[in-house]
């Protein structure tokens, strides 16, 4: 019998990824019992706080006491929802009980934004970190010894899981109900739950998010050009000299500002505008294209597919707005 144990934070939290991550735990080790097998999971939801309110107050659950736990052979870490730093000066005492569970033996689970926590255990130093799209440059910010798994849906190293992103956290439930008990219980769970097994990286859900909050004043001007030209040919060299600056100065200063380097960015920001027309559904593929600058349709479905995971077709299939009729 393995103790799986879902921790209970004291500060605010997604209830719903609790209560997601302990139906999906249970009702596989239903399935598996219905199978002829002898009972696997025994789970827990515990923590030092006497209880946890959904967002809006309302009472959610009761944990048990975590003290009651001596040993857990999982761990499961849920959504965090915001005031990151204040939840972990909060959370001190759990953290160490999560650092002594895998001192033990246990594995541990993030589920989304629960990775803030499950960083500042120490555990993920100089290891992979799957975080929301969303939430990297505050994660990194906070935790720069950490190693953020750009774009992946799930990461696993030495016992550790964490997840990326919103109900993802249900694609990181089925991947652990396959290691506990096997791919026939994951599958069953993945129709029964309506969990797509497929989604394997963040790509097509992510926003560019454009910074511009770095102070310095050239860059941002760049920035502006940039993206006041999306259909015509930049030279980067002659837009480093109208900003009188070297161009190795200006490629050092953009990185620096933006994460970037200025061709990234400018196909980011692109593919970005790409997006949006897709989504409208109203132009065709090559119409798009020629109207954020690409003549090369080659060129413009490789940049896309590398940004998003998929084709500017697949893209547009699966996002485009719908007409109803009421």
């Known amino acids: 019998m393995k103790q799986i144990t879902i921790v209970v934070p004291d500060c605010r939290v997604n209830v719903n990824t609790i209560g997601g991550a302990y139906d999906i735990l249970c009702q596989a080790n239903e399935y598996w019992k219905r ?27 009761r944990p048990v006491d975590i003290r009651e736990i001596r040993n857990t052979d ?18 001190q005492q759990l953290l160490e009980w999560i650092r002594l569970q895998y001192k033990c033996g246990a594995e541990v689970a993030s589920m989304c934004s629960g990775g803030f926590l499950l960083a500042a255990t120490g555990l993920l130093e ?20 950490v190693n953020i798994a750009t774009g992946k849906i799930i990461t696993h190293e030495n016992g550790i899981y964490t997840n990326g992103g919103a109900y993802s956290f249900l694609n990181l439930m089925l991947y652990l109900v396959e290691k506990l008990f096997d791919h026939s219980i994951a599958i069953i769970c993945s129709k029964v739950f309506q969990i797509d097994v497929e989604r394997t990286t963040q790509s097509p859900f992510t926003i560019f998010q454009i910074q511009k909050e770095h102070g310095d004043e050239v860059i941002r001007d760049a920035q502006t050009y940039i993206e006041e030209h999306l259909d015509t040919r930049i030279s980067f060299e002659k837009l480093a ?32 505008a790409a997006k949006r027309e897709l989504e409208k559904g109203r132009k065709t593929v090559l119409e798009v294209m020629m109207d ?35």
């Open 35 to 61: 199978a002829g097998h002898p009972s696997l999971l025994n789970v827990e939801i515990a923590g030092f706080a006497p209880e946890v309110r959904s967002h809006n107050g309302y009472l959610a659950i």
């Open 74 to 91: 999982l761990v499961l870490i849920p959504a965090v929802l915001g005031e990151y730093e204040e939840a972990v000066q909060r959370n």
């Open 126 to 145: 100089n290891r992979a970190c799957s975080i929301h799209w969303n939430k990297v440059e505050e994660f990194g910010r906070m935790f720069p010894g």
């Open 241 to 272: 000299v109208q900003l009188a600056v070297s161009r190795r100065n200006f490629d050092r200063r953009f990185i620096k500002a933006t994460g970037n380097t200025p061709v990234e960015y400018l196909q980011r920001v692109k593919i970005e």
């Open 292 to 326: 954020v600058g690409y003549s090369d349709d080659k060129a413009f479905r490789e940049v896309f597919r590398k940004i998003t995971g998929l084709s500017p077709q697949d893209y547009r299939n699966r996002y485009q707005k719908s007409e109803y009729t009421v």
